[in-house]
């Protein structure tokens, strides 16, 4: 067999081989922060803007490594593609090209978002249809394959939601197509969320679990329920709805503050398992790819609750969405700080093997 070029800039083969398959959390995380400082301390825009071209840096360069990983190795890529422990991570590169997108509007960039949301529409569709096609046909999918990362499909479907109500607000835009495409994703994200959280429990409730178990994806669990509140406050938010949203308006309001408190109870109870997970010496905190999605739900979280206490009557969260802004800016820069020492460590040490698995798969992960 021909030897497989060792890829540039640094990156090993082993480590294009084994790449994570969520790792666009990173520019979710990214541009979800940049979107909280934003909205939550305006006095911050340079920092806001900073990180936008950070996460926009990233996914470029995530899709010419994950193109790379497709092509060179195929057995792979089709492997976390085939396992429904890994494969749901895919959905975040649904989830990053659409929150990319928005934070691109917020800065007045309409052609390069409309492109962004494209791009996240084809892999959505693609991904949900060909994802639950393949796991639907088979003669059974084991219980110890749910993980926090399902829900990464509820996020996909709802950052859809997301982009859909910020580009209703564009000039000239088809407002009411517009507005009906994040009502019906937004519907969908619901539902879906309701259907997997409870696979999620069943799972944490009913079966034996270890420190190892406890992946980061977990946080999606709130982090789900923060972007659907996001989905939902834009709605309620858009000027001179259309008269189908008009009718609905009380279930979705009433629906986002059911999820916002169900979210919102969440937070606590996450943040006891990690301790648990790492107390004791159970395990040792070290960067993996899927930290990141321990840092976008709660720059969501930021970002829900303070466009959800723009809607009349609920004003009052907004100091709490404030303090989760600088909440999410620590969470980013402790992922950050872990992951360039390991970048740093990793070429100062001797080569080793792969690292531990992590994210509710049993293939072994490296990363660049």
């Not at 492997?79 to 929150?99: C, E, G, M, Y």
């Not at 937004?186 to 944490?204: E, K, N, P, T």
Request: charged fraction near 10%; proline fraction near 8%.
């Amino acid at each position: 067999m021909p030897k497989v070029p060792e890829p540039r800039g640094g990156i090993s083969r082993e480590g294009l081989r084994t790449l994570y398959p969520g790792y666009f959390a990173l520019v979710m995380a990214t541009e979800i922060v940049s979107t909280a400082l934003l909205t939550g301390t305006p006095g911050l825009s340079g920092l806001s803007t900073a990180l936008w071209g950070i996460g926009g840096v990233a996914y470029v360069v995530l899709w010419v490594l994950y193109l790379l990983r497709a092509v060179r190795f195929g057995a792979d890529f089709g492997r976390d593609l085939a396992d429904p422990s890994r494969a749901f991570a895919f959905f975040t590169v649904t989830a990053a090209s659409n929150v990319l997108a928005v934070r691109s509007l917020l800065a007045g960039w309409v052609t390069p978002a409309l492109v962004l949301g494209a791009v996240g529409a084809a892999t959505w569709l693609g991904l949900v249809y060909g994802l639950f096609a393949q796991f639907i046909v088979r003669e059974t999918v084991a219980f110890g394959a749910v993980n926090g990362a399902w829900l990464i499909a509820v996020v996909a479907e709802q950052s859809v939601a997301t982009l859909a109500s910020a580009l209703a607000l564009g000039p000239g835009s088809p407002r009411a197509l517009f507005t009906l495409v994040a009502l019906v994703f937004w519907a969908m994200g619901v539902v879906l969320y309701l259907l997997f959280i409870g696979l999620v429990l069943d799972r944490l409730l009913f079966a034996p679990i270890t420190a190892s178990d406890l992946t980061p994806p977990y946080w999606i669990n709130m982090g789900a329920t923060a972007i659907t509140v996001l989905a939902a406050a834009r709605l309620l938010l858009l000027p001179h709805p259309p008269v189908l949203l008009g009718l609905l308006r009380p279930f979705v309001a009433g629906t986002a503050l059911v999820l916002w408190a169900w979210g919102s109870w969440w937070i606590p109870l996450l943040v006891l398992l990690g301790i648990w997970k790492y107390a004791g010496g159970r395990e040792r905190p070290t960067y993996h790819p899927a930290e990141w999605s321990i840092v976008f739900p709660l720059g969501m979280y930021a970002t829900a609750t303070l466009t959800f206490a723009r809607v009349p009557g609920v004003h009052l969260l907004a100091p709490i969405g404030e303090a989760f802004v600088w909440v999410g800016l620590v969470a980013w820069a402790a992922v950050a700080g872990l992951g360039l020492g390991s970048w740093v460590a990793r070429r100062l040490a001797p080569r080793r093997g792969p690292e531990r698995p992590l994210a509710g798969g049993p293939t072994p992960d490296t990363h660049p």
